[in-house]
T-cell receptor, first 114, second 116 residues
C-alpha cells in the first residue's frame, strides 16, 4: 500500500526566508502526489499536484514542488515566506491502482516569525 | 456555490446518541470520501465511494455507516457515540480520469464533532 512520510512535524522560518517542507512517498506504481494546506480551523485547500506530467510543479501562493522518482520525494518549497503562510501542510499520495486511495502524511506545521 | 458542503459544521452530543453528518457535492464528481482528523491533525481515510459503490472501507468501528443515495451525496451515520469519536470529520470528492488516474480531492469545511 502507498504511504507518505513528512519528515518534519514542525518547521519554523523567518518572514522573507525560504521554506522547505519535506515529503517522501512509497508507492508500488507511479502515483499522483498532492500538497494541501490547512489554516487554523479551516478546511483543506489544494496547493499543487503532480500527475505524471512535468516533474516541477507550480502551485498557488508561490509554492512549488519537485517530483524526484529516484529519491521518492516530493518536497514543497517557496522562495520567500509570508506571515500568511503559517498553517499545517499535508503531503498526499494517491494510488490509481488501489481505488485512488488517498493517503495523508502526518502534516508539517509551518510557523513564520516576523 | 460551495463545491463540497457538509452539515452541520458543529455537533455537540452526549455519549450513546446516534447522529448523522451530511455531505453534498455539486462538482459532478463520481468519488466521495470521509476522513477523520484527530486532535493531532492526523487525517485518516474512513470510507470511499465511487458511483455509489463502497470501494474503500478502512478499519473503523461498525458503529459508523456511510450511505450514498446518489453520486452527489455521501452521508455518515454514527451509532452509540463514544468520547473517542470526538474529532473533525471531512467529506471530500474527486473525479476519476482515464487510465486509472483521478483529480485532486475537493474538501468540505469539516464537521467538528464533540461527544460529552
Amino acid at each position: 500500500a502507498q504511504s507518505v512520510t513528512q519528515l518534519d512535524s514542525h518547521v519554523s522560518v523567518s518572514e522573507g526566508t525560504p521554506v522547505l517542507l519535506r515529503c517522501n512517498y512509497s508507492s508500488s506504481y507511479s502515483p499522483s502526489l498532492f500538497w494541501y494546506v490547512q489554516h487554523p480551523n479551516k478546511g483543506l485547500q489544494l496547493l499543487l499536484k503532480y500527475t505524471s506530467a512535468a516533474t516541477l510543479v507550480k502551485g498557488i501562493n508561490g509554492f512549488e514542488a519537485e517530483f524526484k522518482k529516484s529519491e521518492t520525494s516530493f518536497h514543497l518549497t517557496k522562495p520567500s515566506a509570508h506571515m500568511s503562510d503559517a498553517a499545517e501542510y499535508f503531503c498526499v499520495v494517491s494510488d490509481p491502482y488501489n481505488n485512488n486511495d488517498m493517503r495523508f502524511g502526518a502534516g508539517t506545521r509551518l510557523t513564520v516569525k516576523p | 456555490d460551495t463545491a463540497v458542503s457538509q452539515t452541520p459544521k458543529y455537533l455537540v452530543t452526549q455519549m450513546g446518541n446516534d447522529k448523522s453528518i451530511k455531505c453534498e457535492q455539486n462538482l459532478g464528481h463520481d468519488t466521495m470520501y470521509w476522513y477523520k482528523q484527530d486532535s493531532k491533525k492526523f487525517l485518516k481515510i474512513m470510507f470511499s465511494y465511487n458511483n455509489k459503490e463502497l470501494i474503500i472501507n478502512e478499519t473503523v468501528p461498525n458503529r459508523f455507516s456511510p450511505k450514498s443515495p446518489d453520486k452527489a451525496h455521501l452521508n455518515l451515520h454514527i451509532n452509540s457515540l463514544e468520547l473517542g469519536d470526538s474529532a473533525v470529520y471531512f467529506c471530500a470528492s474527486s473525479r476519476t480520469l482515464g487510465q486509472g488516474k483521478n483529480t485532486e480531492a475537493f474538501f468540505g469545511q469539516g464537521t467538528r464533532l464533540t461527544v460529552v
